[in-house]
């Protein structure tokens, strides 16, 4: 477990947490003495591998719940459980995401209302349902996973990219209406990170190939997202409000006119949904 125990006694609940960055933000909670919900939609076995890891490790209370935010009514009964296993809420992580890629001439709206619903409106919903315990209690945090697609673009990703942008700007006015009532607000955003979703998506991937394209030389960990949620979760940001706080080793900042920046894309990062950023 962690020395400096930031997190002890906290309430947590983390979305999309059997796999992941989600996976790695509620381990780095337990091991800062936190109550952890982890949540999971299809990865089962990654969620409560993850749960035994944390017992194991000393974690007084934690447990897996799963919701598939395609259903209208999951984000509310995931609150409602998660609630009455923690006892209450203090932080809300959400991480829940999916991803595709396809050219915009071929996206359907099966498509485009799959990922809105997952990424978007499942995040706003289920913020509504913990707000009205955090009202109660008068105090809370809320962390929403965006992505550097919201800065950048990358073709085939009109879709994915779009919701990250309405994460952003969900999260800003979230939080300058919640802050007056104690709730803090803000996102995380992700660059590139080493997943599990990698090396199913790509056949080959190579890390340290892929980290070379990044600025700081190497590709992210999910343990490097996770250290600055829980930090935002913490005491220590406390002043910090309504920000996007971008974590991709220099990625945005990089002007990428470099070889092969204009090289087609069309089915480079496989196809149907799979875990995003």
């Known amino acids: 477990m962690a020395t400096y125990q930031r997190m002890k006694g906290k309430r947590v609940l983390v979305t999309g947490s059997g796999t992941g960055i989600g996976k790695g933000v509620a381990m780095e909670f337990c091991r800062e003495g936190a109550d952890v919900v982890f949540h999971y939609s299809g990865s089962r076995e990654g969620a409560m591998a993850a749960v035994e890891q944390a017992r194991r490790d000393g974690a007084a209370k934690v447990t897996a719940i799963q919701a598939d935010f395609r259903q209208a009514d999951a984000p509310a009964e995931l609150a409602a459980k998660a609630i009455d296993f923690l006892g209450g809420i203090d932080v809300l992580?959400?991480?829940?995401?999916?991803?595709?890629?396809?050219?915009?001439?071929?996206?359907?709206?099966?498509?485009?209302?799959?990922?809105?619903?997952?990424?978007?409106?499942?995040?706003?919903?289920?913020?509504?349902?913990?707000?009205r315990t955090m009202l109660q209690q008068g105090s809370g945090v809320?962390?929403?996973?965006?992505?550097?697609?919201?800065?950048?673009?990358?073709?085939?990703?009109?879709?994915?990219?779009?919701?990250?942008?309405?994460?952003?700007?969900?999260?800003?006015?979230?939080?300058?209406?919640?802050?007056?009532?104690?709730?803090r607000v803000n996102a995380v955003v992700p660059g590139s990170v080493e997943v599990e979703a990698y090396y199913k998506i790509f056949a080959n991937f190579d890390a340290e190939a892929a980290g070379k394209n990044i600025p700081?030389?190497?590709?992210?960990?999910?343990?490097?997202?996770?250290?600055?949620?829980?930090?935002?979760?913490?005491?220590?940001?406390?002043?910090?409000?309504?920000?996007a706080l971008i974590v991709d080793g220099g990625t945005t900042s990089w002007m990428p006119f470099g070889e092969g920046y204009r090289q087609p894309m069309d089915g480079q990062f496989g196809r149907g949904y799979v875990p995003g950023l």
């Open 216 to 243: 700081v030389g190497f590709i992210g960990q999910p343990a490097d997202i996770a250290k600055v949620v829980v930090f935002l979760a913490s005491d220590d940001a406390r002043y910090i409000v309504g920000q």
């Open 93 to 131: 992580v959400n991480n829940a995401s999916i991803t595709m890629n396809l050219p915009f001439e071929r996206v359907t709206q099966e498509q485009f209302d799959t990922l809105f619903a997952v990424n978007i409106k499942a995040m706003y919903f289920l913020a509504q349902a913990a707000v």
């Open 142 to 183: 809320i962390v929403n996973t965006s992505s550097i697609h919201a800065f950048e673009a990358c073709p085939e990703h009109s879709v994915y990219a779009a919701t990250k942008g309405a994460i952003n700007a969900f999260t800003r006015v979230l939080a300058i209406e919640l802050a007056p009532k104690g709730i």
